[in-house]
């Protein structure tokens, strides 16, 4: 079982930047995708951002591209979403998640973010 922790959270002022860390308790880490998600209040979870297994490929949603950055220390069993330029559309739960085979399969428990206008 794949246990994800995040961390990093907070309130930000619009323009300004958080690094959001998720460890990973089991081995498993290294052969698995990991991504972030988020939530907004009164919507649905939407995909932020997905690392493959080595970190080489890497995908982002249109509305982060070029602000956000995804990176794995898979030697750590940690994942990063390193947000700049954040905006208060921002604002949302944020989730770490991991694959097993092709689907989303393990979940953190969320970090808050919040961005100030």
């Known amino acids: 079982q794949v246990q994800l922790v995040e961390s990093g959270g907070g309130l930000v002022q619009a323009g300004g930047s958080l690094r959001l860390s998720c460890a990973a308790t089991?081995?498993?880490?290294?052969?698995?995708?990991m991504g972030w998600f988020r939530q907004a209040p009164g919507k649905e979870r939407e995909f932020v951002a997905e690392s493959g297994y080595s970190g080489g490929t890497t995908y982002y949603a249109d509305s982060v591209k070029g602000r956000f950055t995804i990176s794995r220390d898979n030697a750590k069993n940690t994942v990063y979403l390193q947000m700049n330029g954040l905006k208060p559309e921002d604002t949302a739960v944020y989730y770490c998640?991991?694959?097993?085979?092709?689907?989303?399969?393990?979940w953190g428990q969320g970090t808050q973010v919040t961005v100030s206008s």
């Open positions: 089991e081995r498993t880490f290294s052969s698995s995708a």
């Open positions: 998640a991991a694959t097993s085979g092709s689907s989303w399969r393990f």
